[in-house]
């Protein structure tokens, strides 16, 4: 089966920098996909990772290892606003995008 | 622009009424997507569309019904509605079906008594 896991919750502080973990197995890989979904909204685009290595978007970087089946979302400098729930997406062999349960990230002043 | 529009906000209806979710993007992307989002679970996916005309099943077809008469609508149908599909209704659009980025709508809050 398909699996995507991801930490249920997180907290951490104002101003701090969290990682939140991706481990994936899925039949095929085309891609990753980190999204944020503030409580009651619509999920919205982060970052997209397809080959190794380190993408880095201002305050949001995402990794991804294709030979581990893992990748992580970081986030520097938090701020009260990046109180989210995190949510990770693979697009399997037949372009489909599966996604994980989300990481609800707690921000404390 | 508006991206992705969906109608009603939020419904409540009774066990085996009918309804349409509506669904209207004005991207001219080429594919749509219903997704559900249910506590605890990740988003999974009725009904896509990678083109107008075109329709596929996706993890949780059952009880849903879509149609895609042209690139701009996507409606979901529940013929009869259970208890079970209480939940979170998101519509979804994309360029194309490849890398491309999934943009979503607002979303429909829907509860089935």
């Known amino acids: 089966g398909q699996n995507i896991d991801q930490p249920t919750e997180m907290t951490a502080t104002e101003g701090a920098i969290v990682q939140i973990n991706c481990t994936y197995q899925?039949?095929?890989?085309?891609?990753l996909f980190w999204y944020q979904q503030h409580a009651g909204e619509a999920p919205t685009f982060l970052s997209y990772?397809?080959l190794d290595g380190l993408e880095e978007k201002g305050r949001f970087s995402s990794f991804l290892s294709r030979s581990k089946g893992y990748s992580y979302l970081l986030l520097k400098e938090l701020q009260m606003k990046d109180s989210a729930s995190y949510l990770c997406?693979?697009?399997?062999?037949?372009?489909?995008?599966?996604w994980g349960a989300g990481t609800k990230l707690i921000i404390k002043p | 622009t508006a991206g992705i529009t969906q109608a009603p906000t939020s419904q409540i209806l009774a066990a085996g009424r009918s309804m349409t979710l509506r669904c209207t993007q004005d991207?001219?992307?080429?594919?749509m997507y219903w997704y559900r989002q249910d506590l605890g679970l990740g988003l999974r996916l009725i009904h896509y569309?990678?083109?107008?005309?075109?329709?596929g099943k996706g993890e949780v077809p059952d009880g849903y019904s879509v149609s895609r008469a042209n690139t701009d609508d996507f409606p979901l149908t529940l013929a009869s509605a259970v208890p079970s599909q209480t939940s979170v209704y998101f519509c979804?659009?994309?360029?194309?079906?490849?890398?491309?980025?999934?943009?979503f709508g607002p979303g429909t809050r829907l509860t089935v008594l």
């Open positions: 979804a659009s994309s360029p194309g079906t490849g890398s491309d980025t999934q943009y």
């Open positions: 991207m001219r992307h080429n594919a």
């Open positions: 569309s990678n083109t107008a005309g075109t329709t």
């Open positions: 899925t039949s095929g890989f085309n891609g």
């Open positions: 990772n397809v």
């Open positions: 997406a693979v697009r399997d062999s037949n372009y489909q995008l599966i």
